[in-house]
């Protein structure tokens, strides 16, 4: 498993953009990365996720750097239901059957 | 989409009981599931992993006379904490996954207090 880097913490006023990093130097070069996020007291959900070119969904962006050794989660444009613990992980793309190991993640605050 | 739905969402519970918690995929054959723990303010970490009619997988650490967990049909599968203590308080999450549905389905997870 790709062992996963992410800043504790992070603020973002609301409306405005925000940039979750993620490093992930030992990750394989056939695992995809994977985001989820976790609202207070509920299951993870699915993000997005990608292996090389950069990802857009209804949700968010990932950009993935050429290297593949780091990531960054784009919300952009922040909203309160925003505020969750997001966390990036690697794996195959579809994961059928094997487990996903979750860092200690990023707490995202966003303020109104 | 894939939904999987845990229950219940809160239980509170004596000591040296047992509490059952249900995960069922309502819309696909889960194949496996997974059941995770989680402490405030922290990850989740990963207590077992069943496939349905075998017997769990349980990570090091984790009691399986503890944390009996039965996956007896492909949309069901249930864990039991047997004989709880105060200790085993914590946030029990379930996910499913199966060929051809993409990455984890999670459930809304289970508070259990145990007093």
């Known amino acids: 498993d790709a062992k996963t880097t992410q800043p504790n913490s992070m603020e973002s006023n609301e409306e405005e953009p925000v940039h979750l990093p993620c490093n992930h130097s030992t990750i394989s070069g056939t695992d995809y990365i994977h985001w989820y996020r976790q609202l207070p007291s509920q299951g993870p959900e699915y993000v997005i996720h990608?292996?090389?070119s950069n990802v857009n969904n209804r949700m968010a962006s990932l950009a993935i750097a050429e290297d593949r050794k780091s990531s960054t989660l784009i919300l952009h444009r922040a909203t309160l239901r925003d505020a969750a613990v997001y966390y990036c992980t690697g794996g195959g793309e579809r994961n059928y059957g094997q487990n996903f190991v979750f860092g200690p993640g990023t707490r995202l605050s966003v303020l109104p | 989409g894939a939904v999987v739905s845990q229950h219940p969402s809160r239980v509170i519970c004596k000591s040296g009981t047992s509490v059952k918690i249900e995960c069922r995929s309502l819309d696909f054959q889960a194949t496996t599931m997974f059941w995770y723990r989680q402490f405030p303010k922290k990850s989740l970490m990963l207590m077992a992993t069943?496939?349905?009619?075998?017997?769990?997988?349980?990570e090091q650490g984790v009691e399986k006379d503890k944390f009996l967990i039965n996956h007896a049909s492909l949309t069901l599968s249930t864990l039991t904490v047997t004989s709880a203590h105060p200790e085993d308080s914590s946030f029990y999450i379930c996910?499913?996954?199966?060929?051809?549905?993409?990455?984890?389905?999670f459930g809304s997870g289970t508070r259990l207090t145990v007093v």
């Open positions: 990608g292996l090389t």
């Open positions: 069943s496939n349905e009619g075998s017997k769990a997988t349980y």
């Open positions: 996910s499913a996954s199966a060929q051809g549905i993409y990455g984890y389905t």
